[in-house]
């Protein structure tokens, strides 16, 4: 079965800060899917990004930016120049073969 | 222009009641989810549905069962509810299963008294 660790609990950060999530997978496939979540305060889940194993490609998208690693089996998850609307709780999901699996969460506080 | 639809969004019940949440996405997605949240904000999936036909059956009671009358609903049925069921349940759909983003409706809080 899949495992998805996110070591950390809580980050607390003053804006501007930059702030990297950690995610570490595990999977004995060759092809799987690894996913961001956000989950602000109001509740609602909103999709951040996927990636597929084969697709070691870095991304970036505007203060956002993902480093996915296999050699490492991580897939972490970098804010710059943090701000208090970044205070949410942030799940990194693994997906193969119908098993699913999504980390314990770890909530980032921005303070201003 | 909901996407992706829940109700109740509350749900208030004593133990031993039988209650349903309904769930409806308007996006044409074959697939959809429910997932559980417990208060640790700990995520579960509980089932997946592509096209009607259940495709993840992760190990909760029996006392839960999905029902999907089309591609566009999937409700749950929770029978003799109990304490620990006291969550916020979440439905998901995407186009097709698992390696596509899901979208999530805005959850279902239920509390068992």
């Known amino acids: 079965a899949q495992k998805v660790t996110q070591a950390q609990t809580e980050i607390s950060v003053v804006e501007k800060e930059d702030v990297t999530l950690d995610c570490v997978y595990e999977?004995?496939?060759?092809?799987?899917?690894l996913f961001w979540y956000k989950q602000p305060p109001s509740g609602e889940l909103v999709f951040l990004i996927r990636?597929?194993?084969?697709?070691?490609q870095n991304e970036i998208s505007g203060r956002y930016s993902w480093n996915f690693q296999k050699s490492t089996s991580s897939f972490n998850f970098t804010i710059t120049a943090s701000q208090v609307v970044d205070s949410a709780v942030y799940f990194c999901?693994?997906?193969?073969?119908?098993?699913?699996?999504f980390g314990a969460g770890t909530r980032l506080t921005v303070k201003p | 222009d909901t996407a992706v639809s829940q109700t109740p969004k509350y749900l208030v019940t004593q133990m031993g009641n039988d209650k349903s949440i309904k769930c409806e996405q308007n996006?044409?997605?074959?697939?959809m989810y429910w997932y559980k949240q417990d208060s640790k904000k700990f995520l579960k999936i509980m089932f997946s549905?592509?096209?009607?036909?259940?495709?993840i059956n992760e190990t909760v009671p029996n006392r839960f069962s999905p029902k999907s009358p089309d591609k566009a609903h999937l409700n749950l049925h929770i029978n003799s509810l109990e304490l620990g069921d006291s969550a916020v349940y979440f439905c998901?759909?995407?186009?097709?299963?698992?390696?596509?983003?899901?979208?999530f409706g805005p959850g279902t809080r239920l509390t068992v008294l």
């Open positions: 998901a759909s995407s186009p097709s299963h698992g390696y596509n983003e899901q979208f």
């Open positions: 999977t004995r496939d060759t092809t799987y899917y």
């Open positions: 990636r597929n194993s084969f697709d070691e």
């Open positions: 999901v693994s997906y193969n073969n119908n098993d699913m699996r």
């Open positions: 996006l044409g997605h074959d697939t």
């Open positions: 549905y592509n096209n009607k036909e259940l495709i």
